[in-house]
Protein backbone atom coordinates (compact mmCIF):
# COMPACT_ATOMS: atom_id res chain seq x y z
CA UNK A 1 0.00 0.00 0.00
CA UNK A 2 1.83 3.05 -0.96
CA UNK A 3 -1.18 6.12 -0.58
CA UNK A 4 -3.65 6.05 2.25
CA UNK A 5 -6.18 9.00 2.09
CA UNK A 6 -7.73 10.25 5.35
CA UNK A 7 -11.96 12.00 4.67
CA UNK A 8 -12.68 14.24 7.62
CA UNK A 9 -10.14 16.03 9.53
CA UNK A 10 -11.56 15.47 13.12
CA UNK A 11 -10.13 13.60 16.18
CA UNK A 12 -10.68 10.41 14.32
CA UNK A 13 -8.95 11.38 11.03
CA UNK A 14 -5.84 12.83 12.75
CA UNK A 15 -6.02 9.47 15.39
CA UNK A 16 -5.79 7.40 12.22
CA UNK A 17 -2.84 9.04 10.81
CA UNK A 18 -1.06 8.40 14.07
CA UNK A 19 -1.80 4.93 13.86
CA UNK A 20 -1.12 4.33 10.73
CA UNK A 21 2.26 6.06 11.47
CA UNK A 22 3.08 3.97 14.60
CA UNK A 23 2.20 0.45 12.75
CA UNK A 24 4.59 1.32 10.98
CA UNK A 25 2.94 2.37 7.73
CA UNK A 26 6.03 4.14 5.59
CA UNK A 27 4.07 5.50 2.44
CA UNK A 28 2.26 8.50 1.64
CA UNK A 29 -1.12 9.93 3.66
CA UNK A 30 -3.11 12.55 2.46
CA UNK A 31 -5.77 14.43 4.85
CA UNK A 32 -8.67 16.11 3.50
CA UNK A 33 -10.89 17.96 5.24
CA UNK A 34 -13.86 20.69 4.68
CA UNK A 35 -13.39 22.71 7.45
CA UNK A 36 -10.39 24.90 7.08
CA UNK A 37 -9.05 24.30 10.42
CA UNK A 38 -6.06 21.65 11.79
CA UNK A 39 -8.27 18.93 13.68
CA UNK A 40 -9.60 20.10 16.92
CA UNK A 41 -11.55 18.88 19.55
CA UNK A 42 -14.68 19.01 20.33
CA UNK A 43 -16.29 18.49 23.72
CA UNK A 44 -14.82 22.10 25.08
CA UNK A 45 -16.61 23.70 22.35
CA UNK A 46 -19.67 23.35 24.66
CA UNK A 47 -17.62 23.69 27.57
CA UNK A 48 -14.33 25.73 28.07
CA UNK A 49 -15.03 27.86 24.99
CA UNK A 50 -18.94 28.99 25.75
CA UNK A 51 -17.73 29.40 28.55
CA UNK A 52 -15.07 32.04 27.56
CA UNK A 53 -12.37 30.09 28.79
CA UNK A 54 -10.29 29.08 25.71
CA UNK A 55 -10.62 30.26 22.24
CA UNK A 56 -8.51 27.35 20.40
CA UNK A 57 -8.77 23.26 21.08
CA UNK A 58 -6.41 22.60 18.35
CA UNK A 59 -5.65 18.48 18.98
CA UNK A 60 -2.08 18.08 20.16
CA UNK A 61 -0.60 16.47 17.42
CA UNK A 62 2.26 17.40 14.98
CA UNK A 63 1.12 16.83 11.31
CA UNK A 64 4.64 17.84 10.16
CA UNK A 65 6.17 15.17 11.75
CA UNK A 66 3.62 12.43 10.84
CA UNK A 67 4.09 13.65 6.91
CA UNK A 68 0.96 14.55 6.25
CA UNK A 69 -0.52 16.04 2.97
CA UNK A 70 -3.07 18.60 4.38
CA UNK A 71 -6.07 19.48 1.99
CA UNK A 72 -8.05 21.32 4.36
CA UNK A 73 -10.83 23.68 3.13
CA UNK A 74 -11.53 20.06 0.58
CA UNK A 75 -14.77 18.04 0.79
CA UNK A 76 -15.29 14.70 -1.17
CA UNK A 77 -17.97 14.51 -2.88
CA UNK A 78 -18.15 10.72 -4.47
CA UNK A 79 -16.59 7.24 -4.48
CA UNK A 80 -15.54 4.97 -7.28
CA UNK A 81 -13.27 1.98 -7.48
CA UNK A 82 -9.65 3.63 -6.12
CA UNK A 83 -10.60 7.02 -6.53
CA UNK A 84 -12.02 9.64 -4.47
CA UNK A 85 -13.56 12.87 -5.75
CA UNK A 86 -13.13 16.26 -4.07
CA UNK A 87 -14.24 19.60 -4.66
CA UNK A 88 -10.44 20.17 -5.65
CA UNK A 89 -10.39 17.20 -8.16
CA UNK A 90 -9.89 13.27 -8.43
CA UNK A 91 -7.24 11.45 -5.88
CA UNK A 92 -6.12 7.84 -6.10
CA UNK A 93 -6.10 6.10 -3.14
CA UNK A 94 -5.02 2.45 -2.46
CA UNK A 95 -6.50 2.96 1.28
CA UNK A 96 -9.36 4.89 2.56
CA UNK A 97 -10.19 6.03 6.10
CA UNK A 98 -13.73 7.55 5.83
CA UNK A 99 -14.01 10.25 9.44
CA UNK A 100 -16.68 12.41 8.11
CA UNK A 101 -18.38 12.97 11.91
CA UNK A 102 -21.43 14.14 11.77
CA UNK A 103 -23.92 17.20 11.05
CA UNK A 104 -26.43 18.94 13.42
CA UNK A 105 -30.29 18.21 12.95
CA UNK A 106 -32.02 21.32 11.86
CA UNK A 107 -35.65 22.76 12.80
CA UNK A 108 -38.20 24.10 10.09
CA UNK A 109 -38.26 27.93 9.58
CA UNK A 110 -37.13 30.97 8.71
CA UNK A 111 -35.48 32.38 12.03
CA UNK A 112 -32.24 31.78 12.77
CA UNK A 113 -30.88 29.06 14.60
CA UNK A 114 -27.62 28.04 16.13
CA UNK A 115 -26.33 24.87 16.35
CA UNK A 116 -23.13 23.69 17.88
CA UNK A 117 -20.87 21.43 16.07
CA UNK A 118 -18.03 23.50 14.91
CA UNK A 119 -15.82 26.62 16.37
CA UNK A 120 -17.30 28.56 14.69
CA UNK A 121 -20.51 27.63 16.25
CA UNK A 122 -19.31 28.21 19.41
CA UNK A 123 -17.81 31.42 18.93
CA UNK A 124 -20.54 32.62 17.30
CA UNK A 125 -23.41 31.63 20.15
CA UNK A 126 -20.82 32.90 22.48
CA UNK A 127 -21.01 36.32 21.66
CA UNK A 128 -24.89 36.35 21.93
CA UNK A 129 -24.79 34.72 25.21
CA UNK A 130 -24.92 37.86 27.11
CA UNK A 131 -26.64 39.38 30.73
CA UNK A 132 -30.61 38.90 30.11
CA UNK A 133 -30.53 37.51 26.39
CA UNK A 134 -33.70 35.50 26.04
CA UNK A 135 -32.62 31.88 25.37
CA UNK A 136 -34.45 28.99 24.01
CA UNK A 137 -32.63 25.72 23.64
CA UNK A 138 -34.06 22.99 21.96
CA UNK A 139 -33.55 19.69 23.19
CA UNK A 140 -32.24 18.93 26.81
CA UNK A 141 -30.19 15.99 26.01
CA UNK A 142 -26.38 16.34 26.19
CA UNK A 143 -24.95 19.04 24.22
CA UNK A 144 -28.39 21.42 25.37
CA UNK A 145 -27.72 20.56 28.53
CA UNK A 146 -24.06 21.81 28.72
CA UNK A 147 -25.49 25.21 26.38
CA UNK A 148 -27.78 25.64 28.85
CA UNK A 149 -25.75 25.21 31.79
CA UNK A 150 -23.12 28.16 29.73
CA UNK A 151 -26.02 30.12 28.97
CA UNK A 152 -27.76 29.82 32.33
CA UNK A 153 -23.90 31.05 33.75
CA UNK A 154 -23.73 33.78 31.45
CA UNK A 155 -27.30 35.46 33.08
CA UNK A 156 -29.41 34.76 29.96
CA UNK A 157 -32.89 34.56 31.03
CA UNK A 158 -33.07 30.36 29.43
CA UNK A 159 -35.85 28.33 28.27
CA UNK A 160 -35.88 24.61 27.13
CA UNK A 161 -37.92 23.13 25.03
CA UNK A 162 -38.01 19.21 25.12
CA UNK A 163 -40.35 16.95 23.27
CA UNK A 164 -39.01 13.92 25.49
CA UNK A 165 -40.79 13.47 29.45
CA UNK A 166 -37.35 14.51 30.95
CA UNK A 167 -33.94 15.50 29.74
CA UNK A 168 -31.88 13.13 28.21
CA UNK A 169 -35.00 10.69 28.04
CA UNK A 170 -33.54 8.98 24.54
CA UNK A 171 -30.35 8.42 25.81
CA UNK A 172 -31.30 7.44 29.23
CA UNK A 173 -34.88 6.76 29.20
CA UNK A 174 -37.28 8.89 31.07
CA UNK A 175 -37.09 7.46 34.85
CA UNK A 176 -33.07 7.78 34.60
CA UNK A 177 -33.77 11.32 32.88
CA UNK A 178 -36.06 12.75 35.13
CA UNK A 179 -32.97 12.95 38.17
CA UNK A 180 -31.67 15.71 36.01
CA UNK A 181 -34.93 17.95 35.92
CA UNK A 182 -33.83 19.67 39.55
CA UNK A 183 -31.03 20.85 38.04
CA UNK A 184 -32.68 22.67 35.64
CA UNK A 185 -34.90 24.53 37.96
CA UNK A 186 -32.40 25.27 40.32
CA UNK A 187 -30.06 26.97 37.41
CA UNK A 188 -33.50 29.07 36.97
CA UNK A 189 -33.88 27.89 33.81
CA UNK A 190 -37.61 26.73 32.94
CA UNK A 191 -37.59 23.49 31.19
CA UNK A 192 -41.14 22.61 28.88
CA UNK A 193 -41.09 19.09 28.40
CA UNK A 194 -43.30 16.89 26.10
CA UNK A 195 -43.12 20.36 24.05
CA UNK A 196 -42.77 19.99 20.17
CA UNK A 197 -41.20 23.09 17.90
CA UNK A 198 -43.25 23.69 15.28
CA UNK A 199 -40.94 26.29 13.17
CA UNK A 200 -37.64 28.58 14.58
CA UNK A 201 -39.14 32.32 13.91
CA UNK A 202 -37.30 35.16 14.06
CA UNK A 203 -38.69 36.12 17.34
CA UNK A 204 -38.52 33.09 18.67
CA UNK A 205 -40.41 29.41 18.54
CA UNK A 206 -43.28 28.52 17.70
CA UNK A 207 -44.39 25.56 19.35
CA UNK A 208 -46.73 22.74 17.52
CA UNK A 209 -49.60 23.52 19.55
CA UNK A 210 -49.20 26.98 18.74
CA UNK A 211 -47.38 28.36 21.82
CA UNK A 212 -44.99 30.69 21.30
CA UNK A 213 -41.57 30.86 22.92
CA UNK A 214 -40.04 34.55 22.49
CA UNK A 215 -36.74 34.33 22.18
CA UNK A 216 -33.41 36.57 21.35
CA UNK A 217 -31.36 33.69 20.88
CA UNK A 218 -32.69 29.79 19.57
CA UNK A 219 -30.12 26.93 19.59
CA UNK A 220 -31.11 23.91 18.51
CA UNK A 221 -29.48 20.98 19.92
CA UNK A 222 -31.63 17.71 18.78
CA UNK A 223 -28.89 15.12 17.49
CA UNK A 224 -26.98 14.65 14.50
CA UNK A 225 -26.82 12.61 12.03
CA UNK A 226 -23.69 10.69 10.27
CA UNK A 227 -22.22 12.67 7.29
CA UNK A 228 -22.29 11.03 4.81
CA UNK A 229 -24.37 12.05 2.25
CA UNK A 230 -21.07 12.12 -0.73
CA UNK A 231 -21.25 8.32 -0.19
CA UNK A 232 -24.19 7.97 -1.81
CA UNK A 233 -24.34 6.57 -4.79
CA UNK A 234 -21.02 4.92 -4.22
CA UNK A 235 -20.43 1.08 -3.41
CA UNK A 236 -19.88 1.30 0.36
CA UNK A 237 -23.06 0.16 2.69
CA UNK A 238 -24.90 3.27 4.26
CA UNK A 239 -27.34 2.03 6.99
CA UNK A 240 -27.49 5.20 9.85
CA UNK A 241 -24.03 6.06 8.86
CA UNK A 242 -21.07 3.73 6.89
CA UNK A 243 -21.80 0.08 7.94
CA UNK A 244 -18.58 -1.19 8.95
CA UNK A 245 -17.74 -5.27 10.41
CA UNK A 246 -15.92 -5.96 13.55
CA UNK A 247 -12.73 -4.78 11.99
CA UNK A 248 -13.83 -1.79 10.50
CA UNK A 249 -14.02 -2.69 6.94
CA UNK A 250 -16.86 -1.49 4.97
CA UNK A 251 -18.25 -3.27 1.83
CA UNK A 252 -15.38 -1.88 -0.40
CA UNK A 253 -12.37 -3.66 -0.05
CA UNK A 254 -8.87 -1.34 2.05
CA UNK A 255 -12.07 1.32 2.99
CA UNK A 256 -12.38 1.66 6.46
CA UNK A 257 -14.65 4.28 8.73
CA UNK A 258 -14.17 5.37 12.10
CA UNK A 259 -15.74 7.56 14.78
CA UNK A 260 -19.36 9.59 14.67
CA UNK A 261 -20.11 8.35 11.36
CA UNK A 262 -19.03 4.49 11.53
CA UNK A 263 -21.76 1.77 12.51
CA UNK A 264 -19.62 -0.69 13.40
CA UNK A 265 -21.12 -4.57 14.96
CA UNK A 266 -20.24 -5.47 18.29
CA UNK A 267 -18.99 -9.00 19.35
CA UNK A 268 -19.51 -7.83 22.86
CA UNK A 269 -23.16 -6.36 23.10
CA UNK A 270 -24.33 -8.61 19.51
CA UNK A 271 -25.54 -5.62 17.93
CA UNK A 272 -24.64 -2.76 15.69
CA UNK A 273 -23.64 0.10 17.59
CA UNK A 274 -23.07 3.94 15.77
CA UNK A 275 -21.54 5.60 18.99
CA UNK A 276 -21.36 9.48 18.37
CA UNK A 277 -18.83 9.86 21.61
CA UNK A 278 -15.16 11.28 21.49
CA UNK A 279 -13.38 7.76 23.50
CA UNK A 280 -14.82 5.75 20.02
CA UNK A 281 -12.91 8.43 17.77
CA UNK A 282 -9.99 8.28 19.45
CA UNK A 283 -9.97 4.61 19.99
CA UNK A 284 -11.58 3.42 17.09
CA UNK A 285 -8.55 4.37 14.64
CA UNK A 286 -5.69 1.64 16.44
CA UNK A 287 -8.31 -0.80 14.50
CA UNK A 288 -8.97 0.45 11.59
CA UNK A 289 -5.46 1.66 10.89
CA UNK A 290 -4.42 -2.07 11.96
CA UNK A 291 -7.00 -3.42 8.89
CA UNK A 292 -5.61 -0.93 6.81
CA UNK A 293 -2.46 -2.66 7.40
CA UNK A 294 -3.26 -6.47 7.21
CA UNK A 295 -3.67 -6.78 10.54
CA UNK A 296 -6.70 -8.94 12.27
CA UNK A 297 -7.71 -6.63 14.99
CA UNK A 298 -11.09 -6.06 15.95
CA UNK A 299 -12.83 -3.27 17.67
CA UNK A 300 -15.26 -4.41 20.29
CA UNK A 301 -14.51 -1.78 22.82
CA UNK A 302 -17.34 -0.78 26.00
CA UNK A 303 -18.19 2.72 24.98
CA UNK A 304 -17.96 5.72 27.38
CA UNK A 305 -18.39 9.25 27.27
CA UNK A 306 -18.84 12.26 29.40
CA UNK A 307 -20.74 14.97 30.16
CA UNK A 308 -20.40 18.27 32.19
CA UNK A 309 -23.59 20.19 33.04
CA UNK A 310 -24.84 22.44 35.97
CA UNK A 311 -21.70 21.85 37.84
CA UNK A 312 -21.60 18.03 37.46
CA UNK A 313 -19.65 15.10 35.53
CA UNK A 314 -22.56 12.83 33.93
CA UNK A 315 -20.28 9.62 32.72
CA UNK A 316 -21.45 6.09 31.22
CA UNK A 317 -19.90 3.54 29.99
CA UNK A 318 -21.89 0.57 28.60
CA UNK A 319 -24.54 -0.50 25.91
CA UNK A 320 -28.21 -1.04 27.79
CA UNK A 321 -31.00 -2.10 25.52
CA UNK A 322 -34.58 -1.65 26.86
CA UNK A 323 -35.20 -5.02 28.79
CA UNK A 324 -32.09 -4.15 31.16
CA UNK A 325 -33.48 -3.39 34.71
CA UNK A 326 -31.86 -0.75 36.85
CA UNK A 327 -30.24 -0.63 39.96
CA UNK A 328 -30.02 3.04 41.66
CA UNK A 329 -26.77 3.45 43.62
CA UNK A 330 -27.93 6.42 46.09
CA UNK A 331 -30.73 8.59 46.31
CA UNK A 332 -30.80 11.29 43.80
CA UNK A 333 -33.19 13.24 45.77
CA UNK A 334 -31.23 13.48 48.71
CA UNK A 335 -27.18 12.82 47.50
CA UNK A 336 -26.07 14.74 44.62
CA UNK A 337 -23.73 11.60 43.70
CA UNK A 338 -25.62 8.99 42.09
CA UNK A 339 -25.14 6.10 40.09
CA UNK A 340 -27.50 3.91 38.12
CA UNK A 341 -26.26 0.31 36.73
CA UNK A 342 -28.20 -1.61 34.17
CA UNK A 343 -28.49 -5.51 34.64
CA UNK A 344 -29.34 -7.92 32.46
CA UNK A 345 -31.85 -10.98 33.06
CA UNK A 346 -28.79 -12.94 34.41
CA UNK A 347 -27.18 -10.21 36.13
CA UNK A 348 -24.41 -9.13 34.19
CA UNK A 349 -23.54 -5.65 33.81
CA UNK A 350 -24.80 -4.12 30.65
CA UNK A 351 -24.15 -0.24 31.45
CA UNK A 352 -23.52 2.45 34.22
CA UNK A 353 -24.41 6.18 34.73
CA UNK A 354 -22.74 7.97 36.96
CA UNK A 355 -23.23 11.56 38.40
CA UNK A 356 -20.04 12.55 40.42
CA UNK A 357 -19.11 8.92 41.51
CA UNK A 358 -16.00 8.79 39.06
CA UNK A 359 -15.07 5.43 40.26
CA UNK A 360 -18.45 3.82 39.83
CA UNK A 361 -18.02 4.32 36.13
CA UNK A 362 -14.30 3.28 36.09
CA UNK A 363 -14.37 0.21 37.93
CA UNK A 364 -18.36 -0.53 36.28
CA UNK A 365 -16.44 -0.10 32.60
CA UNK A 366 -13.83 -2.75 34.20
CA UNK A 367 -17.10 -5.23 35.11
CA UNK A 368 -19.24 -5.25 31.52
CA UNK A 369 -15.75 -5.56 30.46
CA UNK A 370 -14.78 -8.74 31.72
CA UNK A 371 -19.17 -9.72 31.08
CA UNK A 372 -19.36 -11.29 35.30
CA UNK A 373 -22.40 -11.48 37.31
CA UNK A 374 -23.24 -9.58 40.25
CA UNK A 375 -25.46 -9.28 43.35
CA UNK A 376 -28.13 -6.97 43.09
CA UNK A 377 -28.77 -6.48 46.75
CA UNK A 378 -24.79 -5.13 46.92
CA UNK A 379 -25.13 -3.00 43.83
CA UNK A 380 -28.20 -1.31 45.32
CA UNK A 381 -25.78 -0.30 48.42
CA UNK A 382 -24.35 2.58 47.04
CA UNK A 383 -21.25 2.22 50.07
CA UNK A 384 -20.39 -1.02 48.70
CA UNK A 385 -17.80 -0.45 45.85
CA UNK A 386 -18.83 -1.79 42.65
CA UNK A 387 -15.74 -4.00 42.32
CA UNK A 388 -16.65 -5.74 45.25
CA UNK A 389 -20.70 -6.25 44.30
P1 LIG B 1 -15.86 15.08 13.65
O1 LIG B 1 -15.21 15.62 14.85
O2 LIG B 1 -17.22 15.58 13.29
O3 LIG B 1 -14.88 15.32 12.41
C1 LIG B 1 -15.28 15.05 11.09
C2 LIG B 1 -14.66 16.05 10.16
O4 LIG B 1 -14.96 15.65 8.84
C3 LIG B 1 -15.23 17.45 10.31
O5 LIG B 1 -14.19 18.38 10.42
C4 LIG B 1 -16.02 17.67 9.04
O6 LIG B 1 -16.03 19.00 8.57
C5 LIG B 1 -15.28 16.79 8.07
N1 LIG B 1 -16.10 16.38 6.92
C6 LIG B 1 -17.41 16.06 6.90
N2 LIG B 1 -17.80 15.75 5.64
C7 LIG B 1 -16.70 15.87 4.86
C8 LIG B 1 -16.46 15.68 3.48
N3 LIG B 1 -17.42 15.27 2.64
N4 LIG B 1 -15.21 15.90 3.02
C9 LIG B 1 -14.21 16.30 3.85
N5 LIG B 1 -14.39 16.51 5.18
C10 LIG B 1 -15.62 16.29 5.67
N6 LIG B 1 -18.20 13.41 23.33
C11 LIG B 1 -17.98 12.98 24.60
O7 LIG B 1 -17.69 11.79 24.81
N7 LIG B 1 -18.09 13.84 25.66
C12 LIG B 1 -18.40 15.14 25.51
O8 LIG B 1 -18.49 15.88 26.50
C13 LIG B 1 -18.65 15.62 24.18
N8 LIG B 1 -18.98 16.92 23.99
C14 LIG B 1 -19.23 17.35 22.72
C15 LIG B 1 -19.59 18.67 22.53
C16 LIG B 1 -19.86 19.16 21.25
C17 LIG B 1 -20.26 20.58 21.07
C18 LIG B 1 -19.80 18.27 20.14
C19 LIG B 1 -20.13 18.77 18.76
C20 LIG B 1 -19.43 16.95 20.32
C21 LIG B 1 -19.15 16.48 21.60
N9 LIG B 1 -18.77 15.16 21.83
C22 LIG B 1 -18.54 14.70 23.10
C23 LIG B 1 -18.69 14.20 20.70
C24 LIG B 1 -17.29 14.15 20.09
O9 LIG B 1 -16.75 15.42 19.95
C25 LIG B 1 -17.40 13.45 18.74
O10 LIG B 1 -17.79 12.13 18.99
C26 LIG B 1 -16.11 13.48 17.96
O11 LIG B 1 -15.81 14.81 17.58
C27 LIG B 1 -16.22 12.63 16.70
O12 LIG B 1 -15.04 12.76 15.98
P2 LIG B 1 -15.02 12.43 14.42
O13 LIG B 1 -13.60 12.68 13.99
O14 LIG B 1 -15.66 11.13 14.16
O15 LIG B 1 -15.98 13.51 13.73
Known amino acids: ?79 RDGVLETTEGELEYDGLVIATGATPIRLRGEGRQHVLRTIEDA ?40 AGESPLAVALGPAVGSHTTDWYARAGVELRLGAMVGTVDADGLTLMSGARVPADVVVTGIGVRPAVDWLKGSAVRLDD ?13 NVVAVGDCAN ?68 PRRDPKWSVCWLTADDRLAAVLTVDRPR ?11 GRRLDPLRVADAAVALRDC
Open 1 to 79: MDHVVVVGAGLAGVRSIEALRAGGFTGRITLIGEEHHRPYDRPPLSKAVLLGETDSTVVDSDLDALDVRLCLGTAAKGL
Open 123 to 162: LTLRERLVPGARVAVVGAGWIGAEVVTAAARAGCAVTVVE
Open 241 to 253: GVVVDEHLRTSLP
Open 264 to 331: WWSRRFRARLRVEHWDTALQAPDTAAATLLGEGAVYDPVPYFWSEQFGHMVQFAGHRDAGDRMVLRGD
Open 360 to 370: DVVQGRKIVES
